[in-house]
Each structure stands twice: as C-alpha cells, then as structure tokens.
C-alpha cells in the first residue's frame, strides 16, 4: 500500500505565483529557511486550510509571520518538528528535508531503486529521495551524489517545485519580448532564470510550456531614478525597471545598470 497523499494537495492546474522578492531582491543562491519554505509550500495548497491549535511548536507563535502556515501543515502532517518539541524556522531547510515534505503530499514508492551515490542504507530519507529521482523531481550532481544535508539554495526550491507540479516556463515567449528583469540579484543569465520566472510572474497557460500571456508585477521602488549598491537604475511610470533604453543623456543597459558604453568606464 503506497499510502495516502495529504489534503488539501498541491495545486497543479493553476499556475499560481508563489515567488515574491524583497526590495526588489529575490536572491537565488540564498538558502532557504523552514519558516520560508512551509510559507511557499502553504501558498501552493488547492485551498488554504486554518490552523485550529490542535498542533504547535514551542518556537513558533500564531502571529509570526510563518506562524500560520507552519502550523497549518502541522496539523495537516506535512510538517513535524524536532524531538524537544521546536521548529526552529529560521533555520536552514535541508535537501532531503525539503523533498520529504513534498513528498508527503504524494503516495509512496516503498521500493524505488537507489539513485543517489550518497543515498543508500542509513539515510533516513532514501525512500522519498529515491521516489523523487525517478519521478524526476530531483537531479544529482556530475559526481552522483545529492547531499542530503545540505542547505537548499532558493532558485533550487524553486526549479524542484515546478517540477512537482509539472509546470514549465515559455521560454521562447520571455525571450521573444527580451526577457523581464523583476529582480535585480537575478542576472538573465542564471540557470534558473526560468525557472524563477515560472514562479513570480503572474501567468495563464495553455499548454505546461506554454503561457497564453504573463503580466510583469510593479517594481517595490517607487518611479525615478535609484542607486543600488553603487549602480544606478531607473524605474519607469508603469512602475517597471528600464532596460535597453536612453534617457536624455543616459543608457540602461540589458541587466538595467545604467552604463556609459565603455567598458574601463563601468567597471
């Protein structure tokens, strides 16, 4: 018997926004913390269940900005805590911790094979990783190996969840319009660029890899002109970063960094 899948499941036939930077930042290559992820993991529920009080942790008030979500899981049972009775949400969520927690809203695959080098007999989690490997959910390294306990980087989350969810950016149409520069800490030329995009940008679809059309949310800085870590930005009156384009004497260029065209002088 695989067992029973959590309800309310994940949702896989809208393609919701679940990704929201801060000030404009997303970072990509930042880890993901518990009380982050059970937020982005809450937000993707076919309905958002409310938390009753019939579960709870000792490090983690109704009120907090996580709170509800964590404890919503909770009792839902796609999250547990740890022996002394914590949650500890400000801390680092781990490979293996992040796709046992998905995989509890699928049923099991007891006796898939090992597809990790460094999964195998004593790793608590082998069951659901290698569920996740051949479902494709999850890819290893060049050497084989997934590090379970490793942290798991935000763009990371981002591409394993798209894939559970089986949803794919257009990349052909956010090429075809010049891409969408929303977050400044994202170059357009990241590995999961995409990806992100897949995630943040509110989007119909017709088809997994095919959006109808997306609209591209206002920028958190206000219309005019910003200096962010020692480089200059524009924002314009829709509310949306400048790229490729003069003003006056000005030119942002493609990742909206004002430049000057030398290359001695930008550095």
């Not at 509890?104 to 082998?126: H, K, L, S, Y």
């Not at 524009?234 to 003003?247: A, P, S």
Request: proline fraction near 6%.
């Amino acid at each position: 018997d695989p067992g029973p899948s959590l309800v309310p499941g994940l949702e896989q036939e809208e393609h919701r926004v679940y990704l929201r930077g801060s000030g404009d930042l997303v970072r990509p290559e930042g880890l993901l913390t518990r009380g982050e992820a059970a937020c982005m993991i809450y937000s993707l529920l076919e309905y958002e269940p409310e938390a009753t009080g019939s579960a709870g942790f000792s490090d983690v008030q109704p009120d907090a900005w996580y709170g509800p979500q964590v404890l919503a899981l909770a009792e839902m049972g796609a999250l547990r805590g740890y022996e002394d009775g914590c949650f500890r949400p400000g801390g680092g969520i781990t490979r293996s911790e992040f796709v046992v927690i998905l995989s509890r809203f699928f049923p099991a695959i007891p006796d898939a094979p090992d597809q990790f080098t460094d999964v195998g007999e004593g790793c608590w989690a082998r069951q659901e990783l290698n569920a996740a490997g051949l479902r494709g959910w999850v890819k290893g390294y060049s050497d084989g190996s997934f590090r379970p306990d490793n942290g798991i980087a935000r763009a990371e989350a981002v591409a394993i969840l798209n894939r559970v969810l089986g949803r794919t950016p257009d990349q052909a149409l956010l090429d075809r319009d010049g891409k969408v520069l929303l977050f400044l800490d994202l170059p357009l030329n990241h590995w999961a660029y995409y990806e992100l995009m897949e995630a943040a940008l509110d989007h119909s679809h017709l088809e997994p890899a095919t959006w109808a059309g997306y609209t591209v949310p206002a920028a958190a800085h206000e219309p005019g002109y910003h200096l962010i870590d020692g480089e200059l930005y524009q924002v314009d009156g829709l509310g949306h970063w400048v790229r490729n384009q003069e003003d006056g004497l000005l030119y942002f260029g493609d990742d909206g960094k004002y430049t000057t065209g030398d290359a001695l002088l930008d550095r």
